[in-house]
């Protein structure tokens, strides 16, 4: 599928040059000759975008590609070290800071474990990170940072009964203007999304292999929330709140109940108390999870019933090629999840509906701070400023 070729005209410089990288960071390297004919520019044009792309830095010359007929070609990828972006998560439990490469890969992290969130403390510890990983980088790379990206679940200051915090600790996030206040301390243009659209931005741009252009993310973290991808964009919605999971009425033994209340991570940390176990495991990505392996077996079996109800639910109103699963846990829990789901989804009575597949999510822990830290480079780097990924020729 494609969603727009190139123009040969003069005036579409910006356009073709989005194009051309967008299509570079989808398939990782591309020769000119297929370039030209993903496009459909003329070699020519092809040529003098491609070359100009490499002259700025922004793409580089690999290895050649030796067919068994004609001229070897030489294929080109993104530099790694052309951009940076800072990438911010603000959670429920913590909050971390990345700093990413024009790929993506983190090049400095940083996390600060809290009980409960408050805005100058965080604020702080931003300000800190982002002077000292500035640090890290050669003097002359510096100018390079193009932006700071901003993870946050959407009206922090309504969650104080959950996260077990005073209300009025929160209440001052209701009046603060995080994109006014990041960019005043780092001095850098800032985007701000709620972390379940970060999470989903970073699986489409950075994991995904462009197989799949319709389909639903799911993210369980302190709460579930999640991503709404249409024909291979992000698609965030009028106010930036699509896929908010959370708020979906699932079924349960009291009735109708929110599928945060049995599909999030705050009702984990509930059970491993219960069971005398130290709730901080689960805050923590170096942590094992093996020692209350019994107690996450017991949350998997409640969180996988609900979340065969909200894809039951999703694909009878969007048509969907597969709904992703992902986490703020380990890899192996991530996949026993993912498991138990299908097993659930393959018992259910789905006349009427299309089938659809339920992959495992590929980014995991760092999905909302890495997608934060690729909004920048997206924005500026990709096809569509307004919507924040927008693919074209993904086949």
Known sequence: MRLGGGTNQIGARAYNE??????????????????????????????????????????????????????????YSLNPDAMYSFGVKIGRRSAEIVLCNFLGEIIARAREPYPYPTPNPILGFIKQHIRDMKKTLPKETRSRIIGVGVAIPFE???????????????????????????????????????????????????????????????????????????????????????????????????????????????????????????????????????????????????VSEALCMAIIATISILDFECIVIDGSFPAAVRDRLVEAVKKIYARQDRKGLSDVEILTGHVGYDARSVGAAMLPILANFTLDRDVLFKQTDLG
Do not use: M
Not at 18 to 25: A, E, H
Not at 193 to 198: F, I
């Open 156 to 302: 922090i200051w309504n969650w104080h009964e959950q996260i077990k915090a005073p209300k009025s600790a929160l209440e001052p996030w209701r009046s603060l203007d995080v994109k006014k206040a990041i960019g005043t301390i780092s001095r850098l243009p800032v985007l701000v999304v709620n972390d379940a659209t970060a999470a989903c931005a970073a699986e489409i741009s950075i994991a995904d292999d462009g197989q799949h252009l319709n389909l639903a993310y799911l993210y369980v973290g302190w709460f579930i929330g999640g991503g709404i991808v249409l024909n291979g964009s992000l698609f965030p919605g009028p106010t930036g709140n699509a896929g908010a999971y959370g708020a979906l009425p699932i079924f349960s033994k009291e009735g109708p109940v929110p599928l945060l209340r049995k599909a999030s991570l705050y009702t984990l940390e509930d059970k491993l108390i219960e069971d005398g176990h130290d709730p901080s495991i689960i805050w923590s990505p170096q942590a094992g999870w093996a020692d209350a392996d019994k107690t996450i077996d017991k949350w998997i079996a409640e």
């Open 18 to 75: 989005r194009l051309v990288l967008s299509l570079i960071r989808r398939h990782g390297r591309l020769a000119k000759a297929e370039l030209a004919r993903k496009t459909g520019l003329s070699a020519q044009t092809l040529t003098l975008i491609v070359n100009r792309l490499e002259v700025e830095n922004l793409v580089q010359k690999t290895d050649l590609t030796r067919g068994k007929v004609g001229q070897p070609s030489v294929p």
